[in-house]
């Protein structure tokens, strides 16, 4: 992870580090996990999740490969979401929230104290289930609100990013020509798609998705399932999704969720995607999947 103190340019690409210094490589998406250490862009050591004195998820070994999509399944109350925010440390805005374990990006722990939560977000994007766009801003400036936050820039760079953002959102053509006008003006699906520009303009390492089309028409589901396929080029991916038939169609691996009675989500199976659907290892999974529970 890049020292707080070390600002670099708005409008590129952040680098984090790993504890030896030098950057992990990124490996290429595939059918299926691999023990590369670069291929590895985020890991999670022994995570137990909690608030207060409930542990909302226990024990949880899993890593993250670049270049890839990661599904995270599991019936209601199972310690999805909540593993989600973990990784880039949206739950702390929760009171009494706290982990035990670790979370490394490209080997840095992102809950070492010298870590900046906010600039952390920079790294690790995240875009929530209903698309909130900032209400008072055009669409223009709610995709450079990051990239100002995080430095001064300039006004053509600022242009560029805009228009970089958008093209890799899918969104360009569509808003090219009203770029003054409010975020809040365009449809779900496309309001949902700004976020995820606003998401990328600050150049991110991996993009957190909590549900990101449960809330849109099958038109607006099947353009942003497209978008995550392209963005998959150049991003880690994690997205939570209760849909088994989307998690089938975007995902390399999967991860599945489920609780045990003292209702502390708890990883069951992670494994690719196919695997997890036609050949799980574990009878829970098989029953998840196949619609006998959840």
């Known amino acids: 992870m890049i020292p707080d103190t070390q600002q670099p340019p708005a409008g590129t690409a952040a680098q984090p580090v790993g504890t030896s210094g030098t950057r992990a490589a990124p490996g290429a998406a595939g059918d299926g996990p691999t023990t590369a250490a670069a291929d590895i862009k985020v890991e999670v050591r022994d995570l137990d999740v909690y608030y207060g004195t409930f542990r909302a998820v226990k024990g949880v070994n899993a890593s993250i490969r670049a270049r890839s999509v990661t599904a995270i399944i599991g019936p209601s109350g199972c310690g999805k979401s909540t593993f989600l925010r973990t990784l880039n440390r949206m739950h702390e805005l929760t009171p009494k929230a706290r982990v035990d374990g670790k979370v490394l990006l490209d080997g840095a722990d992102v809950y070492d104290p010298a870590v900046d939560p906010v600039r952390l977000r920079r790294y690790i994007g995240m875009v929530f289930q209903r698309p909130n766009p900032f209400p008072t801003m055009s669409i223009y400036d709610n995709v450079v609100a990051g990239v100002k936050l995080v430095g001064r820039a300039g006004r053509s760079e600022l242009d560029e990013t805009v228009e970089r953002s958008l093209k890799r959102a899918a969104l360009w053509d569509e808003v090219k020509d009203k770029l003054r006008q409010p975020g809040t003006s365009l449809s779900g699906g496309q309001q949902q798609r700004l976020c995820i520009a606003r998401a990328i303009a600050v150049e991110p390492e991996v993009i957190l998705m909590d549900e990101p089309a449960s809330a849109l028409d099958p038109v607006a589901t099947l353009r942003i399932e497209e978008l995550i396929a392209q963005l998959r080029e150049n991003y880690a991916i994690v997205i939570v999704t209760h849909n088994m038939q989307q998690?089938?169609?975007?995902?390399?691996?999967t991860a599945f969720f489920s609780m045990d009675e003292d209702r502390a989500g708890y990883l069951v199976e992670f494994g690719p995607t196919r695997e997890i659907f036609t050949n799980p290892?574990?009878?829970?999974?098989?029953?998840?999947?196949?619609?006998?529970?959840?």
Do not use: C, K
């Open 247 to 253: 998690a089938g169609r975007v995902s390399d691996e």
């Open 281 to 294: 290892r574990e009878r829970l999974t098989e029953d998840y999947v196949s619609g006998r529970f959840g």
